[in-house]
């Protein structure tokens, strides 16, 4: 497995790899790596020649307040699983490689980049737009693997894709939870025994908000008021958003149909997870 820390590396290597007539997939993430992530990798390799992998703790997606210094960093273990799954090449940059002395440039979604995660986190999808471009300049994969876990992301990149004209295909994969229902997540690993229990809390309302679809409620008003229901069980878990809302646009709806995203983001003490379910009535 090729390890580069260097972009004109990774860009060559990319390069050959595309000209010999390989179909190259792209998964990029921030390190850490657990079962989601790993699932995307198996789903690129199943559907491509050759796979690259992409750890990057990118500055400017985080707010001046949040988790980049802190966020794990388990590089060396990270490459022995994805050698394991078969992964060809990995890219892991310095934020300094990535963003030299004087980069300006940015990408911004507008509309789509400032709803859910976005109206609690400004500049955040900025951020994600911005290195998702850079990287699929710089790997130019024909195909490229999201987690259905980062809802919002998924509706941003789409948008991106296809206002940009970037020359790859989104593939979206479902989201990898814990036997109890916990959706994997980097930033579980913060969470302290009595924190990891009260964190089911989210995936019990989205259960809770698909129960009362299959029985036929359809106004996302009721759906809401049902999810806090379930939330306000477990009190020191701070809810920041519950939602309902279109997958494309992430504009709220007042009734429900198939396809239909609910997503939610909460404080599990000083950790902000973040969940979702997609509706079919
Ligand atoms: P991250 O390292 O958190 O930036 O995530 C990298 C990619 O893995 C993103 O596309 C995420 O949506 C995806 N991902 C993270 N957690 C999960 C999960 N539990 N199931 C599926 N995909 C995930």
């Given at each position: 497995m090729l390890i580069f820390q260097s972009i004109q590396e990774t860009q060559s290597a990319c390069a050959q790899l595309r000209g010999e007539g390989r179909v190259l997939g792209f998964v990029p993430t921030m390190g850490a790596l657990h079962e989601g992530h790993l699932s995307l990798v198996r789903a690129a390799r199943a559907e491509c020649d050759v796979v690259a992998v992409s750890i990057f703790v990118n500055p400017?997606?985080?707010?001046?307040?949040?988790?980049y210094a802190k966020y794990p960093r388990t590089l060396e273990q990270d490459c022995g699983l994805l050698e394991r799954e078969g992964v060809h090449l990995v890219f892991a940059p310095t934020a300094d490689e990535m963003y030299?002395?004087?980069a300006s440039t940015f990408v911004l979604v507008e509309g789509?980049?400032?709803?859910l995660d976005g109206a609690s986190r400004p500049g955040h999808f900025r951020g994600v737009a911005t290195v998702v471009s850079k990287l699929f300049h710089i790997v130019c994969p024909h195909k490229a693997y999201f987690g259905q876990k980062d809802a919002a992301q998924v509706a941003v990149l789409r948008k991106m894709v296809r206002d940009l004209n970037f020359p790859v295909q989104l593939v979206v994969c479902p989201t990898v939870r814990e036997a109890d229902g916990l959706a994997m997540s980097s930033?579980?690993?913060?969470?302290s025994p009595e924190e990891r229990r009260q964190a089911l809390v989210l995936s019990r309302s989205l259960k809770r908000v698909e129960e009362m679809v299959e029985q036929g409620e359809r106004a996302a008003h009721r759906l809401i008021a049902a999810a806090r229901e379930v939330f306000a069980e477990e009190p020191s878990v701070r809810v920041d958003y519950i939602s309902v809302v279109?997958?494309?646009?992430?504009r709220e709806v007042s009734e429900v149909s198939t396809g239909t995203l609910v997503a939610l983001a909460a404080f599990v003490g000083g950790t902000r997870l973040i969940d979702n379910t997609i509706l079919r009535t």
């Open positions: 400017t997606q985080f707010g001046p307040n949040e988790d030299p002395e004087g789509v980049s400032e709803r930033r579980n690993r913060y969470l279109d997958p494309d646009t992430l």
